[in-house]
C-alpha cells in the first residue's frame, strides 16, 4: 500500500519489532535544508502507518540521505551529513509517541550510514577527507543518552569512477549476529564488503562487486542481506538477494 502523509526531500526510515517507526527527510522548502522527524505505530491488519508527531531540528548538507535505525527499546540512531566535510550523528528515543533527540556528535567525514548491532552498539561508516571508507563503534550509556564513539579505523576502500560524487555516492551499512556488510559505489560496479565481527573483534574480507547501478541501500538478518539500487543510466530500481 502506498499513501502520501507529508511532504519533503531524501527520506530514510526504520522501524523495529515493536511496530513502532521513525522518520526523518529534509524539509520541502527548495531554499531551506531543515530535518524533520516523526514517529509513528505500523498497522499490520490495514496496511498502513499511524503518525503520531512532527518535530525539526538539524540541518542537512545537499542531497545526501540520512541514515536512521531504531532499536527495539525504542532508541533512534541517525547520522546524516551536516556541512560538505561533517558527519552529525543524533542518538534519542522514542517518548510518549515523540522523537525525543538527546545526544549530538560530530566527526569530519561524508556521506554517512549508521546501524545498531544487536547487542545494543553502534557502528557509522563515512568517507574521510581523502575519500576513504571509514567507519567507528560506538556504545550507548547513561540509560541510552550518550554514546562513547571510538576512534576512526579504516576499511581502506574508496569510491572510484564517480562523476558526481556528491549525488550518487551513497553508503549503506547492516549488521547480522555475526557480520558487518557495508555497500558503496566503487567504480563502474557496486561493491559490497563484510566482516566477521564479535564484540571486540572485526575482520573485514575481500571487496566484491555485484551489479552496476547508484545509491544502494542494503538491510540483512541472519538468514539474508538484500540490497536495492538505482540503475546509473536509468530511472529503474534493481535488487540482490545474497543468502
Request: with cysteine.
Amino acid at each position: 500500500t502506498t499513501n502520501s502523509f507529508t511532504s519533503g526531500a531524501v527520506p530514510a526510515v526504520a522501524m523495529n519489532n515493536k511496530g513502532q517507526y521513525v522518520e526523518v527527510h529534509r524539509t520541502s522548502n527548495i531554499f531551506g535544508s531543515s530535518l524533520w522527524w516523526s514517529t509513528g505505530t505500523i498497522d499490520t491488519v490495514h496496511n498502513t502507518i499511524h503518525p503520531y508527531s512532527a518535530y525539526e531540528e538539524g540541518s542537512l548538507w545537499g542531497s545526501v540521505t540520512p541514515s536512521i535505525t531504531l532499536s527495539n527499546a525504542s532508541v533512534i540512531a541517525a547520522a546524516y551529513q551536516s556541512d560538505s566535510d561533517t558527519t552529525t550523528c543524533k542518538v534519542g528515543k522514542i517518548e510518549s509517541n515523540q522523537v525525543v533527540l538527546i545526544n549530538t556528535s560530530t566527526f569530519t567525514g561524508s556521506h554517512p550510514a549508521i546501524a545498531f548491532n544487536p547487542g545494543g552498539g553502534l557502528i557509522v561508516v563515512y568517507f574521510n577527507s581523502q575519500m576513504t571508507l571509514c567507519y567507528r563503534l560506538g556504545q550507548l550509556h547513561n540509560n541510552n543518552t550518550t554514546v562513547q564513539w571510538e576512534g576512526e579505523c579504516t576499511v581502506g576502500q574508496t569510491p572510484l569512477g564517480t562523476s558526481n560524487f556528491n549525488v550518487t555516492v551513497t553508503l549503506s551499512v547492516a549488521y547480522t549476529s555475526d557480520a558487518i556488510i557495508i555497500v558503496y559505489p566503487g567504480g563502474d560496479y557496486l561493491t559490497s564488503i563484510t566482516a566477521n565481527w564479535e564484540p571486540g573483534s572485526i575482520t573485514w574480507g575481500t571487496p566484491a562487486p555485484f551489479d552496476e547501478g547508484i545509491t544502494p541501500r542494503v538491510s540483512a538478518n541472519d538468514q539474508l542481506a538484500v540490497a536495492v539500487h538505482k540503475s546509473e543510466n536509468f530511472s529503474d530500481v534493481y535488487y540482490t538477494v545474497c543468502l
